[in-house]
C-alpha cells in the first residue's frame, strides 16, 4: 500500500503540555484508518495539525502524494481536497442548507451560481441528505440532520482525504447505521477517509486499520480487530487491573 498520506514527526505543545508529540504514521490511498484514544489523547488536535484549522504543528512534516503539503495555508489545502469535519456541528446557523454548501464550495474551488448548486446537489445525493431542507436555516436541523449537512458540504469540496471528527456522536443506533454506509459509499467512491470515533464497534467495523493515541502519542497501529485486543490499548481505555 503506498503511502498516498504521510505524517513524519508532527508535534504540537501549549506551554508545558504536549498534545502531540512526534507523530508518524502513513495512509494509503483508498484506506480508512480509524482513530481511537481516551478523551484528552489529541485525536482532534491531530486533524487541527493536519488541516492548519484553526492552527498549524510545531515540528514535522506532512506529505500527500509524494509532495510535502505542511507549509501550505489551510486554504490551500482545502483546493487539495484535504477537508475536514468537527466533532461539533460546525455551521452557519443562519444560513440556509443550501447556502452552506455554497459557501464551503466557493471558498475551496472559486466556483459560483449554477456548477456550485450543481456540485451541492450532486453531494446532497451521494450523502442522502434530503434536499427538501436546502431552504431552511442549518440551525433549525436536528442534530443528525446537521451532521448529515456537515458531511454534505465536505463531500461537495470534492475531498481526496476527509478527516471526520466524531460524525455519530450523540446520535442512536439506526442514525449511527446510516454514518457507517455513508463513510462506507464516500471510501468506495475513492476517498481516503481518517476516522475519529468513540463507538468502537463503527469504528473497527469500517476501519482498514487502528490508529490508537494516549497523551498525544502513537500506541498502537495496525489491524483494527488486533489493535483492540493489545493489553496496552486495553489498558488506556480501561485502566491498569485492580
Not at 495539525?49 to 502524494?65: E, V, W, Y
Not at 455519530?168 to 470515533?197: C, P, Q
Request: neutral net charge; hydrophobic residues 45%.
Amino acid at each position: 500500500m503506498s503511502d498516498f498520506l504521510k505524517i513524519q514527526g508532527l508535534g504540537k505543545s501549549f506551554g508545558a503540555l504536549r498534545a502531540v508529540h512526534d507523530m508518524s504514521f502513513s495512509v494509503g490511498k483508498g484506506e480508512i484508518l480509524g482513530i481511537a484514544g481516551p478523551n484528552g489523547s489529541g485525536k482532534s488536535t491531530l486533524f487541527n495539525l493536519i488541516t492548519k484549522i484553526p492552527f498549524p504543528a510545531d515540528s514535522g512534516q506532512i506529505f500527500l502524494d509524494g509532495k510535502r503539503i505542511d507549509r501550505l495555508s489551510n486554504t490551500a489545502l482545502t483546493k487539495l481536497g484535504v477537508i475536514r469535519t468537527f466533532q461539533r456541528e460546525a455551521l452557519f446557523g443562519s444560513l440556509s442548507c443550501i447556502d452552506n454548501i455554497l459557501v464551503a464550495v466557493e471558498q475551496t474551488s472559486g466556483v459560483r451560481g449554477r456548477e456550485a448548486e450543481r456540485l451541492a446537489d450532486e453531494a446532497s445525493d451521494i450523502v442522502g441528505f434530503p434536499k427538501n431542507f436546502h431552504n431552511m436555516p442549518a440551525a433549525a436541523l436536528p442534530v443528525f440532520y446537521q451532521k448529515q449537512l456537515m458531511i454534505t458540504t465536505a463531500v461537495a469540496q470534492n475531498p481526496r482525504v476527509l478527516l471526520l471528527d466524531e460524525p455519530a456522536s450523540s446520535l442512536i443506533d439506526s442514525e449511527i447505521d446510516w454514518v457507517r454506509d455513508a463513510i462506507m459509499t464516500l471510501n468506495k467512491r475513492g476517498i481516503t477517509i481518517l476516522l475519529i470515533e468513540h463507538i468502537l464497534s463503527l469504528l473497527t467495523g469500517v476501519s482498514d486499520r487502528l490508529l490508537v493515541m494516549e497523551q498525544g502519542q502513537k500506541i498502537a497501529l495496525g489491524d483494527a480487530a488486533e489493535v483492540i485486543r493489545d493489553p496496552v490499548v486495553i489498558e488506556a481505555f480501561l485502566g491498569k487491573p485492580q
